[in-house]
């Protein structure tokens, strides 16, 4: 079993700053990319950022600049620095990992449940 759990949201201000986890635990063998989504009401899940085991990176372009994706490889975890953020920021952050779980095999996604960032003064 894989599990990954996210930590890190909560209620900002306009202009702050917060910086989310997701830390992948279980049966793992390699994660080859994790990555972070958000769901904001009323419109469609997008890709956040995301990065592979060979460091390759892409934002969506309305937080290039202002957000950072990083991760720690012996801890199985995946950051994401968020600053400058504004209330077009408010939504649903979930972790996704794309993991292999033994030598082999072609890996699979696995979700985190989400944490919810709410930029609001």
């Known amino acids: 079993q894989v599990q990954l759990v996210e930590s890190g949201g909560g209620l900002v201000q306009p202009g702050g700053s917060l910086r989310l986890s997701c830390a992948a635990s279980g049966s793992i063998f390699s994660i080859n990319a994790m990555g972070w989504y958000r769901q904001a009401p009323g419109k469609e899940r997008e890709l956040v950022a995301v990065?592979?085991?060979?460091?390759?990176?892409n934002y969506v372009d309305s937080v290039k600049g202002r957000f950072t994706i990083s991760r720690d490889n012996a801890k199985n975890t995946v950051y994401l620095q968020m600053n400058s953020l504004e209330p077009e920021d408010t939504a649903v952050y979930a972790c996704?990992?794309?993991?292999?779980?033994?030598?082999?095999?072609?890996?699979?996604?696995?979700w985190g449940k989400g944490t919810l960032v709410t930029v609001s003064s």
């Open positions: 990065i592979t085991s060979g460091g390759s990176i």
């Open positions: 996704n990992a794309y993991i292999s779980v033994r030598v082999g095999d072609y890996g699979m996604n696995y």
